[in-house]
Structures are given as structure tokens and as C-alpha cells.
């Protein structure tokens, strides 16, 4: 009998759906690494070490969260060679949401969103749930939806921002642009010099009319 792929990645996608509910649950999420704890923000760390980078797939090894200080998260979102992403800042006063595109010396672009703690605790008021803008399911939230916020990225319209909030612990982060990504890919994201998953990243295509782009979904330290 010919050994089933398709049902050996299935069943490997419940074991990360249940490894990432766990954590979610826990107090804490890999304890040694967190070095304080700020009750004003219920529960949500302010000034933590807290380090995740994705564990396979061709952005291996890069980090998508680096650091929490001064009560914001620093979520980065790799985008590779992408001339549909426009580099330089941005910025959203209403949610006192700032980050940048930057490039490096080989065209490799990678998107630092800054994430204030205090809005991930309280949460926003959104008339209605929604999933991401191609409308793919968030997954490991049991609706597939959540909410959500979004803005304009630079002048040119070719990427806008999508923020996703579940809880005071469950953070969501999508890039969407201009240019189909066309397959769906999903991998995990772990503690650096860890191995337990705290969230995924994934990349979505366009189901026109609608655009597609790429997420990092993950859990917080309390």
C-alpha cells in the first residue's frame, strides 16, 4: 500500500493546531525568556525577550518577532524579492501603528511593523468579524475570523496593512500587494532556541477580484 503524503500532512497540521491552542492557554509561553511582566496592559508583557523565527520553508530561519519594548511589538514579515512592495515608512496615527520597508544589499525586503501593546489588549470596535481580504480563513481560530484594522501603505496603493486581533494573546499581521504569491504555503514559527510552535506564517494568492499576500499569525507572551 503506497504511503499517503497528503494524509501524513493533514495530520500534522492538527498536531500544530493543538501544540499552538495549548500556549495559547498557558500562562507564560516559554518562561525563561520572559524578563517582566506589566498588569496595566491585562496581562501583556511590555518588556519582554521575545524572539520567533520560521522554522522551514525558503525564509527559514528569519525572525518575524524581535523584541518587545517600550509596550510595542516588533513583528517583521519577510517579502523577499518583491518590486510590488514599496520600501520606506509608514504610519497610522489613529492606531499609533508605525514601521518601514527595508531592502538589503541583495533586493531582499523585509516589512517592521510596530505593534502597540495596549491595542492588542483592548482590542478595536469593528462592526462584524472578518477573515483575510482573499477570503481565507485565519486559521486555528475557530470562527476563522477576527478583528481587524487596515491602512495603506505608502502613496502607491500597491500593499495595504491588515491587522488581526483575538483575544488580549492572539496577534495577526497580513501584507497584501499587488503581486500573486499564487500557492498557499504554511509554516511554522517557534521560539528562537525553541521548539513548541507559537503561530505560522503563510502566504495566500489572489482569489480575484480579490488580492492575496502574506501573514504572520502568532501567540504572546503574558
Known sequence: MPFDFFLLKKFMKYILVILFFINAGCD?????NLNSFDSAQNGLSSNVNYQLSI???PYEGRLVVDQIRN???KVLIPVGINSFVPTGDFSSAQWSLYGNTSQDENG???IEVNVP???IAQGVSTPSLTTLPNGDALDFLPSGEAQHIEFPMGSSGN???HLYLSSPYLLGVFIQTSFDLATSNKYPVIPVNGLVPMGFFSTHPHRPPLNGGSLVFISLPR
Open 55 to 57: 522554522q522551514s520553508g
Open 159 to 161: 500593499a495595504r496593512l
Open 71 to 73: 509596550s510595542s511589538i
Open 117 to 119: 501593546t495596549n491595542l
Open 108 to 110: 531582499f525586503k523585509t
Open 28 to 32: 507564560g509561553f516559554n518562561q525563561s
